[in-house]
C-alpha cells in the first residue's frame, strides 16, 4: 500500500523544459506556486477530497455526543440497547472504521506521495533552471545562500500547499456546520460563535500579513547567515594561512546577530498572536456554554443540545489554533518561498538565442571580428579587436594582467557576451549556437583547476562520461598521473581511480590537480584547444615530461594558450601580444624577438638566457 502511493510521483523523471514565473513579472508569486502545482493536480485534488471527508466526520463528533447524552437522559436503561442498537452501531462504525479510513488516505497522499515526491520536485526543477544560470549569476553570490534556497524552498512549498488546502476545509466545512448546527438548536447559542468568527478573521487580517513579511525577513537572514558559514568553509586554506579565524569569527557572529534579533521580532508576534488566541477560544467556550446553559434553565433547550454545544465550542477552539497555526506556518513558508524565488525564478542572464543550433566544428577555424567588451563599465577590456585563428593553427596571447587575455577566452567560451562584434568557429556566430554545443566543442585547462568531489575516475570521464576505464587509465597515463593516482586512498580507504578528491579537490598538491584536467582535456578530445596557465602548478620535471604530451595533444587542433611564463609558448605557430584590449603585436617568437617590442622587452625582462633555448 504504502509503496503504490510511494510512486505515483517521482521527481526526477521529466526534465522541467519550461521556466518558472519571472520573480518581476505580475503575480508572480502565484504563478511560482501554479508552477508546481499543476504538475500534481490529480494528487492536489485526492488531498482535497480525504480532507473534505475528514473534516465532514471531524464535525459529526459533537452531534454524536449531543445524541447519546440525550438518549441517556430520556431512555429508560434497560431498553436503551433494544431501541436505538442500530444508531449506536452507526456511530461506533463512523468513528472506529469511515473516520480512520479517511484520515489513512489523508495521510497516504500528504506523506506518502507529496512529502517528498512534491519537495524534491521543486528542489529537483529549481536547481535544474539554476544551474544552466550564467557564469556571472554565480560569481554575484554566495554559492551556500544559493543552494540554501534551493534546499528550502521545496519543503516550503509542498508544506503551504497541503496546509492551505487542509486548513481551507477546516474552515469552510467545521466552521459552517458548527454555526448550522448550533443555529438549528436556538439562534442564540450560535451568537458566541458568530461574533468569534467576525474576531478570528479580523486578527488573522492584523496578524498574518506581519507574520509574511517577518518570515521573508528571516528566511534571508537565514539564507545569508549560511552563505556566511560555507563561505569560511570553502576557503578555509585561506582562513588558515592567514591565520583570520577570529577575523571569521566576527565575520559570522554578525550574521549570527543579525539572525538572533530577527528570529525574536518573528517570535514575538507568534506569542502575541498565540496569547490573542488563547483568550478569544477561552472567550467562545464561556460565552457558549452559558448561553447553552441558559436557554436549557428556561427550558428552550435539552440537556443534549448542551452537551453538544460545549465539546463543539471546545472543538472549535482547538481547530482555530490548529488553523491559525497552520495559518501562520503557511505564510511563514510563502515567506522562504518568496525569499528563494530570488535565485529561482529569474531570467537566465545569457540564455541561447530562440532557435538556436548546433555548433557544427568541421576545421577549427576562429575568427574575432571587432571584439568590444567592457564587463558593463565605460572604461571597457578589449576594444574594436579583430583576430583571425586559421584551422589547426597553435596561437599564444601574451600580455600583462589586466590586458584582456581571459576576457578573450571567456567570450570564446560563451561566458559573456560581445558589446559589438561577433566570434565565429568555422563561420558559425556562436551567439546563435546552443551553449553547449558550443563548449563541447572547446576543452580548457585553467590556471585555478577546481575538481568536483568525485572519484579521480569521474573527474577525468567529466569531458566523456561514456569512456571505458582504459581509456580513462590512458588519458591519466598521457597526463603524466598515473603514478600518483595508484598510490592514493582516502579516508574511506577507497584507492587509485575510486578515490575521492575531496571538495574542489583539495586532497591533491596544485600540480597533481592539474594533471587531472589535463587527462580530462586529453580524454574529451575536443577540436578546439585552451590551455590558461595550463602548467604553472607544475614543477620542472613534470611539465618537461607533459610539454610533450601537450604537444601530441594539439597537433591537428586549433589551440588559444595563455601563459605569463613565456618559455611555455614561444613554440607556438603564433604569438598576439595584447596591451589594453588591443592587439599591439603579432607573429612568431623569433619574429617579435628581432623587432624589439613589448614582447622583447618582457622576453628579456623575464627569462633572458633561454632566448637560444626556444630558437
Request: charged letters at 15%.
Amino acid at each position: 500500500m504504502f509503496r503504490h502511493f510511494e510512486v505515483l510521483l517521482r521527481p526526477t523523471d521529466v526534465a522541467p523544459d519550461a521556466s518558472p514565473p519571472h520573480l518581476d513579472t505580475p503575480w508572480a508569486l502565484i504563478g511560482f506556486y501554479w508552477h508546481f502545482i499543476r504538475q500534481v493536480r490529480p494528487l492536489i485534488a485526492m488531498l482535497f477530497c480525504a480532507g473534505l471527508l475528514v473534516a465532514l466526520l471531524d464535525a459529526t463528533i459533537p452531534v454524536f455526543i449531543g445524541r447519546v447524552v440525550t438518549l441517556v437522559s430520556t431512555t429508560d436503561p434497560k431498553s436503551l440497547l433494544a431501541d436505538h442498537w442500530t444508531l449506536l452501531v452507526g456511530m461506533a462504525c463512523v468513528l472506529l472504521l469511515l473516520r480512520p479510513c479517511a484520515l489513512l488516505a489523508q495521510n497516504l497522499v500528504a506523506n506518502q506521495t507529496l512529502a517528498a515526491g512534491m519537495t524534491n520536485l521543486v528542489r529537483w526543477q529549481s536547481h535544474w533552471h539554476v544551474v544552466r544560470q550564467s557564469w556571472p549569476f554565480f560569481q554575484n553570490d554566495f554559492a551556500g545562500r544559493i543552494a540554501n534556497r534551493v534546499m528550502q524552498t521545496g519543503p516550503s512549498l509542498r508544506e503551504s500547499v497541503v496546509a492551505s488546502v487542509n486548513a481551507v476545509w477546516y474552515i469552510i466545512v467545521y466552521g459552517t456546520s458548527a454555526v448550522l448546527l448550533l443555529g438549528r438548536v436556538d439562534l442564540y447559542l450560535a451568537i458566541p460563535m458568530l461574533i468569534w468568527f467576525i474576531a478570528y478573521g479580523v486578527m488573522l487580517r492584523i496578524f498574518v500579513p506581519r507574520m509574511r513579511d517577518r518570515s521573508r525577513a528571516m528566511s534571508e537572514v537565514r539564507s545569508g547567515l549560511t552563505g556566511r558559514i560555507v563561505d569560511s568553509y570553502t576557503n578555509i586554506l585561506t582562513v588558515k594561512l592567514f591565520a583570520r579565524a577570529t577575523d571569521e569569527d566576527a565575520f559570522v557572529r554578525e550574521g549570527v546577530d543579525l539572525h538572533t534579533s530577527t528570529f525574536h521580532r518573528q517570535l514575538r508576534l507568534t506569542t502575541s498572536f498565540g496569547l490573542t488566541l488563547a483568550l478569544m477560544n477561552a472567550s467562545l467556550v464561556v460565552g457558549t456554554g452559558g448561553t447553552a446553559i441558559w436557554l436549557w434553565s428556561i427550558g428552550a433547550i435539552e440537556v443534549g443540545n448542551v452537551a453538544m454545544a460545549l465539546p463543539l465550542a471546545w472543538q472549535i477552539g482547538n481547530m482555530a489554533g490548529w488553523v491559525a497555526q497552520n495559518v501562520t506556518q503557511i505564510f511563514e513558508n510563502i515567506g522562504v518561498v518568496q525569499e528563494g524565488m530570488r535565485s529561482i525564478a529569474v531570467p537566465r542572464q545569457m540564455p541561447d538565442a530562440p532557435h538556436a543550433t548546433e555548433l557544427q566544428v568541421t576545421n577549427g577555424a576562429i575568427s574575432f571580428d571587432h571584439v568590444t567588451f567592457g564587463y558593463g563599465t565605460s572604461r571597457g577590456v578589449l576594444h574594436d579587436l579583430s583576430l583571425t585563428i586559421a584551422p589547426g593553427e597553435r596561437v599564444g596571447l601574451v600580455g600583462h594582467s589586466g590586458a584582456g587575455k581571459s576576457t578573450l577566452v571567456n567570450l570564446l567560451l560563451g561566458f559573456h557576451a560581445p558589446d559589438a562584434g561577433k566570434i565565429t568557429i568555422d563561420g558559425q556566430d556562436i551567439a546563435g549556437v546552443t551553449q553547449e554545443s558550443l563548449r563541447t566543442q572547446i576543452a580548457m585547462v585553467t590556471q585555478d583547476t577546481s575538481l568536483l568531489h568525485r572519484s579521480i575516475r569521474d573527474n577525468i570521464a567529466y569531458g566523456r562520461p561514456w569512456a571505458s576505464d582504459a581509456e580513462v587509465i590512458d588519458a591519466a597515463r598521457q597526463a603524466e598521473a598515473l603514478d600518483f593516482i595508484e598510490t592514493l586512498e582516502d579516508w574511506n580507504g577507497r584507492t587509485g581511480f575510486d578515490a575521492h578528491v575531496g571538495e574542489r579537490g583539495v586532497k591533491l598538491s596544485g600540480g597533481q590537480r592539474q594533471r587531472i584536467a589535463i587527462a580530462r582535456v586529453i580524454l574529451k578530445n575536443a577540436p578546439i584547444l585552451v590551455l590558461d596557465e595550463a602548467t604553472s602548478a607544475l614543477d620542472s620535471e613534470v611539465e618537461a615530461a607533459i610539454q610533450s604530451q601537450l604537444a601530441t595533444l594539439m597537433r591537428g587542433r586549433t589551440v588559444i594558450a595563455i601563459a605569463h611564463r613565456l618559455s611555455t609558448i614561444a613554440r607556438m605557430d603564433r604569438l598576439i601580444v595584447l596591451e589594453h584590449g588591443r592587439i599591439i603585436e603579432a607573429g612568431t617568437h623569433a619574429a617579435l624577438l628581432a623587432n624589439p617590442g613589448a614582447y622583447a622587452r618582457m622576453w628579456h625582462r623575464q627569462s633572458g638566457g633561454f632566448a637560444e633555448a626556444a630558437d
